[in-house]
Each structure stands twice: as C-alpha cells, then as structure tokens.
C-alpha cells in the first residue's frame, strides 16, 4: 500500500522513507501497546453516554503507570501480577 504525501522541500526517496516511517512509527508506537498488551481495548462494546471514554482513559493511564513504577518486566507481566498481588497492585494505583 503506498500513500501520497505533499511536501514543502525537495526530499531525497531515501530522507522521505526514513521521514514516513518515522512518522508511522510514533503514531503506531501507543496503539501497539494497547492492541496487544490490553487486547480488550477492540473488544470492548461500550457504546453508551460516557461508557467509551472512561475505560478508554483507565487503559491509557494504566501502561504509564506500570512504567513509572519502575520495577524490572514486561508490560503483560506486569498486568498479571497486578492481577495476582494486592501489594502490587495497591503500589500502582498510588501512581494514580
């Protein structure tokens, strides 16, 4: 698939790829994030009032939170034990 970009400087084929894909990967970077760490983020069916936005703001706030935390592991590691451990979990949600 191949888009069409207007530009306002000549640009080398090679300056304009690496611009593109600078540009795709800092859009695609926190989506990544939270299609596979938090995969319920397309599978959510809330569609009413304020029902989209709220678990939307939680799923965004979540990640940030796990990475100031600043202990060692991934992303999905961290949501389980967070899932298994109160301590853990009662650390992040002071980050809040």
């Not at 009032?49 to 979540?62: D, F, I, K, Q, S």
């Not at 600043?70 to 301590?87: Q, T, V, Y």
């Amino acid at each position: 698939m191949s888009g069409v970009y207007l530009l306002s400087a000549p640009l080398s084929p090679e300056r304009l790829d690496e611009i593109v894909r600078s540009h795709w990967g800092v859009e695609n970077q926190p989506h990544w994030r939270l299609d596979v760490v938090m995969k319920e983020e397309d599978q959510d069916r809330t569609r009413l009032g304020n029902g989209p936005e709220n678990p939307a703001v939680l799923r965004h706030l979540a990640p940030n939170a796990m990475q100031k935390e600043g202990s060692k592991g991934s992303l999905r590691g961290k949501f389980k034990r967070a899932g298994w451990n109160d301590a853990y979990l009662t650390r992040l949600l002071a980050l809040f």
